[in-house]
């Protein structure tokens, strides 16, 4: 099992920047890769980042490319969501997600595909 921890969910004006924390606990040497997700009120679940747990490898979302930095500290067992310049639409709830096994393309960016998961941060941004 693979416990996972979000924080530093916050209200924040448009423009301005947060940061996520995921904190892993458990078999995290099972780890293979760990994501970020988020979900806004009436929405589906939409994929953010994604990053490699050993090879340090990113992929984004493109309502994150050029905003949005994904990080990993292997001896903290924690993923980062550094996220700057904040738009309105960017509220949500975000979880951080955890898979314990290689991943085609295709399903990296798909939740399902994912074996563990967070209970969530909110993140609202105002206008």
């Known amino acids: 099992q693979v416990q996972l921890v979000e924080s530093g969910g916050a209200l924040v004006q448009a423009g301005g920047s947060l940061r996520l924390s995921c904190a892993a606990s458990g078999r995290t040497f099972s780890v293979y890769a760990m994501a970020w997700f988020r979900q806004a009120p009436g929405k589906e679940r939409d994929f953010v980042a994604r990053?490699?747990?050993?090879?340090?490898?990113?992929l984004y979302a493109d309502s994150a490319k050029g905003r949005f930095t994904i990080s990993r500290d292997s001896a903290q067992n924690s993923v980062y969501l550094q996220m700057n310049s904040l738009k309105p639409e960017d509220t949500a709830v975000y979880y951080c997600a955890a898979v314990l096994g290689p991943q085609s393309l295709s399903a990296m960016a798909n939740e399902s595909q994912y074996d563990y998961w967070g209970q969530g941060t909110q993140v609202t941004v105002s206008s």
């Open positions: 990053i490699n747990w050993s090879a340090g490898r990113t």
